[in-house]
DNA sequence: ACAATACTCAAGTTTTAACTTGACTGTTTT
DNA sequence: AAAACAGTCAAGTTAAAACTTGAGTATTGT
């Protein structure tokens, strides 16, 4: 499984997106990234370990407390494959745009 | 559910990410494209389905076969998901890039 | 020292999504 | 007109993910 597949993997479920989305604003603790869920803790480390193997975040233990932060690797690994699927017109329509927008 | 979502719960499966892939080359019959999966033409049109649904693909009936095509619309839509999903640091980060290489 | 906190693990259950079956519609070819 | 082709539909089965349970470990607070 290569690593853009992992990535698409790991984001195709609604609670790992949220986890995601939650972890752009600020990095947390594995209970905090926890709490809103209706799961247990269990589940959501398992959740945890997937978006850790598809390098969309990373995690470090201290003490008995894990701190959970977004990893941009995965996203440019997605960027990249995002990229590469368009058509070649698409493609060149884009080049055209940057060109005229510039860089966002 | 979202765009961003419906599109990445679509690229959630294997199967559903090889047809985007053989169709960036090329556009194809429902029968073309289900011809390398060991599953039923039936299966095909449901992944087909799904990914019309998150706007990947799109597809028109002339006569009795179907053409199926990439949507870049779709792609838009996740391209500007995964920038969103980026930290603050990191999207700094880009727009240097992006200043720096040029538009790809 | 004891209790509470913050996870972690293996194994089993439940739910979701993928896939099949068998019958059917409309279109093209012979 | 008949047969083959290209796809579609509803309903059921199967396989894969998500989730839980009931434990256990290491760390921190009282």
Redesign the pocket.
Known sequence: MSDAHKVL?AL??A??RDMVERLTDTAM????LAAPY??????V????A?LEAAGLVKTE??????SCSLNPAGFAVLDIWTKARRSTWERRLDALGDILDGPS
């Open positions: 993997q195709g479920d609670t790992r603790s594995v209970s905090a209706d799961m247990t803790l269990t589940a480390g398992q959740h945890l997937i233990k201290i003490g008995r407390v894990r």
